[in-house]
């Protein structure tokens, strides 16, 4: 039996070699004895330590001749592991997706946040969506919860000139003061995709704007 663990191990006439993953040592004999486990182990004998599962030895000659497994690190995606009583390391049952330190069964979709729509592939890896946002047709867009692109509750509208003070609808030409008539850009305005927000306006020529009230 020794020299059967002898040649399993890799071991010579001046040492022994361990295979991976194994680590292994020996425990010099008494009188042709090993103990352990609180018991006496003769010669040829083979037994687990109780104090490490991982660990079995032979009683040797020589000593205790003992290999410790070691176990192997578990996916970082597993989501279910099983200890079995008679394995020495735990079993990963089932690989789900790891998408920013939360993990997911495979064929779970998944929503991460208002803009992604994600699905655990049976390959393990998350796959991702995100909603490409269009310009919003108004200059006061609000982003509400659970939405990923903002809506313009007002409707369409624009700002009259760059000073940003006032805000006309978008549709139908504007007057914003007695002389002056303002249109915003709309959808088929090449102004209005580039991020235009500011309206076009005419002034009919020697206006004079009136006093309000008068």
């Known amino acids: 039996m020794a020299a059967a663990l002898a040649a399993w191990l890799g071991i010579g006439a001046l040492g022994f070699f361990c295979a991976p993953r194994a680590l292994c040592f020996s425990v010099a004999a ?3 004895t090993c103990e352990a486990n609180g018991s006496v182990y003769y010669v040829g004998e083979w037994y687990f330590l109780d104090s490490e599962h991982c660990t079995q030895c032979e009683c040797t000659a020589e000593g205790a001749v003992c290999a410790r497994t070691e176990c192997t690190a578990l996916p970082a995606a597993c989501i279910h592991v099983s200890h079995y009583p008679s394995d020495c390391c735990p079993r990963c049952e089932r690989i789900g ?9 495979l064929g779970q ?7 992604e729509q994600c699905t655990c592939d049976n390959d393990g890896i998350a796959r991702c969506l995100v909603a490409d946002c269009a310009p919003p047709a108004c200059v006061n867009p ?18 009259v000139d ?3 003070t006032q805000i006309i609808p978008g549709g139908e030409a504007v007057w ?6 303002c249109r915003c850009h709309d959808g088929q305005d090449a102004g ?3 991020g235009n927000r500011v309206a076009t306006c005419t002034r009919l020529s020697n206006c ?5 009230g008068n």
């Open 192 to 194: 209005y995709w580039e």
């Open 30 to 32: 008494q009188d042709g």
């Open 97 to 105: 997706c790891e998408y920013r330190g939360e993990v997911y069964e």
């Open 176 to 181: 914003v003061d007695s002389c002056t008539k």
């Open 142 to 159: 609000v982003f509400q919860s659970g939405k990923c692109c903002p809506d313009c509750k007002d409707g369409p509208n624009c700002y």
């Open 109 to 115: 979709n998944f929503q991460p946040s208002e803009c």
């Open 162 to 164: 760059d000073s940003q």
């Open 208 to 212: 004079t704007i009136s006093e309000e």
